[in-house]
Structure formats: structure tokens, C-alpha cells
């Protein structure tokens, strides 16, 4: 009896023992990621996702989210590449600094329609501006969106808002002519470890070499044309006054007699102030983001408008202007269809120079129509309400 009953207690230790065993093996296997698999998920192809509003026929969209997670079935939206590209048809580091998580002070007008988590973003770009001159520079945010990545739909959420937040910062700053938005890549890493899901938001250059613009390969070359840039700038402010009228009247002057229209839409860098302002070769966008630049440096109110725009002879195209602020009233400006292009020894008159110059609603809508959203399904932003008159 003594050895049965000293057999059923040994027996019955070493099952506990075997069970401690258990439960620490599944412990550690668990904590060490035995438990993980990570598959990558193979982006989505050019041309599916979401459509440019203002589209002009082989318009590139590129699928800038990367996605590692487990859930291959996730599929998240396309991220557009600069948005005025669709006004085209009418004219290294790898660093993981908490920076994003100073503030940033930031007074734009589009930025301000924004909503938060659009803003992180937005500060992003702002903070690291300098860094991605290098065109390599990797931004982290680490588990800043893990309480909307774990909503329904919150892969596809943060698309969204990343790209408003790509939209509004390309409106707000002129200046910025070095980054290409198709190139660069929002990743979202998504980690199981047994019941436990965390994610990993960054953006970084994808597989591209960088995400400068074309014809900029170092921070070098973006230096040496911001350098070219300042020295038109200073030629320019040089003449500037103390009447804010005169000085819009002296940008509006400049850029129409220095810039030549681009009508064979080839030339490098004639969507931006390089073309503008240093090869003075350039289509409405070039005008537009050159005349925001130079408000922007007198410290006047000023935004860049797209949307179609009627011309006399009865043609719709996309196109690119300014709306800008003038004894508190806003009025619109339009640098290039005030440039016409005259055949022949015709010269401009004055009255086709201020056609489009500081002028209302009225006026202006009889022939441009702004788009409020500028991709397909994308944010819907709000321009200033110009007077109804003109000035």
C-alpha cells in the first residue's frame, strides 16, 4: 500500500514538472518569435489605386505603400505622385531620431485644413526638409499610429491621410522643387507575437535609388540650385517697396517679362521655380509656384489654385494660378495667361498683361473653375473666398 501510494505522488510530480516545462517552452518560443512569420506583401502596380482628378491621358500613379504583415489580403490605396503633374497637359541615411515628436510651428493654409493625423506627416516633412535633401532620408514614427492601424480599415485610413498630408505640403511650399512624392514609400510593418500586434510606420526611398526630382541625384545639386534660386530672389526683392500692391504688380511685372512659355512641354524642371526663376522656361505651373515662392518671401498672403480654365478660342484645359491677399481681400492672379504667346512681331498691350491680374470672382469664373479636390476620392481642401470684384 505504502508503494502504491509513493508511486501515484511521484507520478503525479513529475506531470506538474512536465507541465512547468510546457508552459515556460511556450513562453520562450513565443518571446523569441518562433511564433512570427513576416511575409512581404507585393505592392500593387502602377495605374491601380486612386485616379488623378485633373487627369491627362498616361498620368503614372504609383503604389507608394509598403505593407509587411501577415494579412496578405490587405490591400491599401495608391499614393499620387506630385499633384500638379496633372496640370502638365496645359502648359542614406537610415536614422530613427524621435524628432517628430518636438513641435513644429507651422502657419499654412492647407496645413490648417488638415486633419491629426495628416499633421504628423505634414511636421515631418517640415522638420526633415534639410534631411531630405539627401534624397535617402528615412522617417520614423514607430508606433505613433498603432491605435488607428489596429481600427477597421486603418491600413487604408493612413493612406489617405498620408496623402493629403503629401498634397497639402506640396501647395504650401513653393520652394519645395527637390522631392518627388512618387518616390517616396510609406511602410507599414505589422508584427504578431502570438495574441499581441504591434505596427511600425516609416518612410523611406522604397527601392528607388532616391526620392529627389528628376535631375537631382545629391543634396549637392539641390544645394547648388537652391543657391541659383536665391540669387534671382535677392535680384527681384532688391526693388521691393513698402505698398503691397506695388510689390504683387512688381512679381506679376517680372515673371511674365522674363519667363518664356514652354509649348513643347520637354524641358527640365518646367513645372518648378528652377525653370521659372533661373532657365525662365516654364507652363502654368512653373508660373504659379514662382509667384507663390516670391509672395511668400514679401510676406503676402498667397496660395497656388488648379482647375480648368476656358480660353478664347473656346479650348478647356487643365491649368495652374494664384490666389493672393491684398488690403485683407483676396484676388486672383494668373502669370500666364497674362504671358501670352504672340506670333509674329506682335507685342503685348497692356490690356492682355493685366487681363488676369488681381481679379474677382466675377471675372475669373467666367473662364477658371478651381477643383477643391485634387485627386479622385482624395481630401476635399477649401481656396480663400476672392471678392467679388475686381481690384
Given at each position: 500500500?505504502?508503494?502504491a501510494?509513493s508511486?501515484?505522488v511521484?507520478?503525479?510530480i513529475?506531470i506538474?514538472?512536465i507541465?512547468i516545462?510546457g508552459?515556460f ?9 518562433l511564433l512570427?512569420?513576416i511575409?512581404q506583401?507585393t ?5 491601380e489605386?486612386v485616379d488623378?482628378l485633373?487627369e491627362t491621358g ?8 509598403i ?9 491599401t490605396p ?5 499633384p500638379?503633374?496633372?496640370v502638365q497637359?496645359s502648359s542614406?541615411s537610415?536614422?530613427?531620431e ?7 510651428q507651422?502657419?499654412?493654409?492647407f ?10 506627416f505634414?511636421?515631418?516633412?517640415e ?14 514614427f ?20 498620408y496623402q493629403?498630408a503629401?498634397e497639402?505640403f506640396?501647395y504650401?511650399?513653393a520652394?519645395?522643387?527637390y522631392?518627388?512624392?512618387?518616390k517616396?514609400y510609406l511602410?507599414i ?7 499581441k500586434?504591434?505596427y511600425?510606420v516609416f518612410?523611406?526611398n522604397g527601392?528607388e535609388?532616391?526620392y529627389l526630382?528628376?535631375g537631382?541625384?545629391s543634396k ?6 537652391i543657391s ?12 521691393k517697396?513698402n505698398?503691397?500692391y506695388?510689390?504683387i504688380k512688381?512679381?506679376?511685372?517680372y ?11 520637354s ?7 528652377v525653370g ?13 509656384r514662382a509667384?507663390?515662392?516670391l509672395?511668400?518671401?514679401l ?12 480660353s478664347?478660342?473656346?479650348?478647356t ?7 493672393v491677399?491684398?488690403n485683407g481681400?483676396?484676388?486672383?492672379v494668373?502669370?500666364t495667361w ?6 509674329g512681331?506682335g507685342k503685348?498691350?497692356?490690356e492682355?498683361k ?14 477658371h473653375v478651381?477643383?477643391?479636390?485634387f ?6 481642401f477649401e481656396?480663400?473666398s476672392i471678392?467679388?470684384?475686381d481690384y
Amino acid at each position: 500500500m505504502k508503494n502504491a501510494f509513493s508511486t501515484i505522488v511521484m507520478t503525479l510530480i513529475i506531470i506538474c514538472i512536465i507541465g512547468i516545462f510546457g508552459i515556460f517552452g511556450y513562453i520562450a518560443i513565443e518571446e523569441i518569435g518562433l511564433l512570427e512569420e513576416i511575409e512581404q506583401e507585393t505592392p500593387v502596380s502602377e495605374n491601380e489605386g486612386v485616379d488623378l482628378l485633373l487627369e491627362t491621358g498616361s498620368q503614372d500613379i504609383s503604389n507608394n505603400i509598403i505593407t509587411n504583415t501577415i494579412d496578405n489580403n490587405i490591400k491599401t490605396p495608391g499614393i499620387i505622385a506630385n499633384p500638379f503633374d496633372a496640370v502638365q497637359s496645359s502648359s542614406a541615411s537610415n536614422q530613427n531620431e524621435n524628432k517628430t515628436n518636438e513641435t513644429v510651428q507651422i502657419d499654412k493654409f492647407f496645413y490648417n485644413q488638415l486633419d491629426e493625423h495628416s499633421k504628423i506627416f505634414y511636421e515631418s516633412f517640415e522638420k526633415y526638409r534639410e534631411e531630405m535633401k539627401t534624397g535617402k532620408y528615412k522617417i520614423s514614427f514607430g508606433d505613433k499610429f498603432e491605435d488607428l492601424l489596429k481600427t477597421t480599415n486603418g491600413q487604408d485610413l493612413l493612406g489617405q491621410y498620408y496623402q493629403s498630408a503629401i498634397e497639402a505640403f506640396m501647395y504650401d511650399n513653393a520652394e519645395i522643387f527637390y522631392l518627388s512624392p512618387s518616390k517616396l514609400y510609406l511602410n507599414i510593418e505589422k508584427t504578431t507575437r502570438g495574441t499581441k500586434v504591434s505596427y511600425n510606420v516609416f518612410i523611406n526611398n522604397g527601392k528607388e535609388n532616391n526620392y529627389l526630382a528628376d535631375g537631382f541625384s545629391s543634396k549637392e545639386d539641390v544645394e547648388n540650385a537652391i543657391s541659383q534660386i536665391e540669387s534671382v530672389k535677392n535680384q527681384i526683392l532688391q526693388n521691393k517697396t513698402n505698398n503691397t500692391y506695388n510689390n504683387i504688380k512688381m512679381v506679376h511685372d517680372y515673371l511674365i517679362d522674363t519667363i518664356s512659355y514652354d509649348q513643347s512641354i520637354s524641358k527640365p524642371n518646367i513645372y518648378n521655380i528652377v525653370g521659372a526663376l533661373v532657365n525662365k522656361v516654364s507652363v502654368c505651373e512653373g508660373y504659379a509656384r514662382a509667384f507663390k515662392y516670391l509672395m511668400d518671401e514679401l510676406g503676402i498672403n498667397c496660395t497656388m489654385v488648379i482647375g480648368r480654365a476656358t480660353s478664347t478660342d473656346g479650348k478647356t484645359e487643365n491649368h495652374a494660378w494664384n490666389y493672393v491677399e491684398l488690403n485683407g481681400t483676396w484676388y486672383a492672379v494668373d502669370c500666364t495667361w497674362d504671358d501670352p504667346v504672340i506670333s509674329g512681331n506682335g507685342k503685348l498691350t497692356n490690356e492682355d498683361k493685366y487681363r488676369y491680374f488681381l481679379k474677382g470672382s466675377t471675372t475669373m469664373n467666367k473662364d477658371h473653375v478651381p477643383s477643391r479636390q485634387f485627386t479622385d476620392g482624395g481630401r476635399t481642401f477649401e481656396y480663400p473666398s476672392i471678392s467679388e470684384s475686381d481690384y
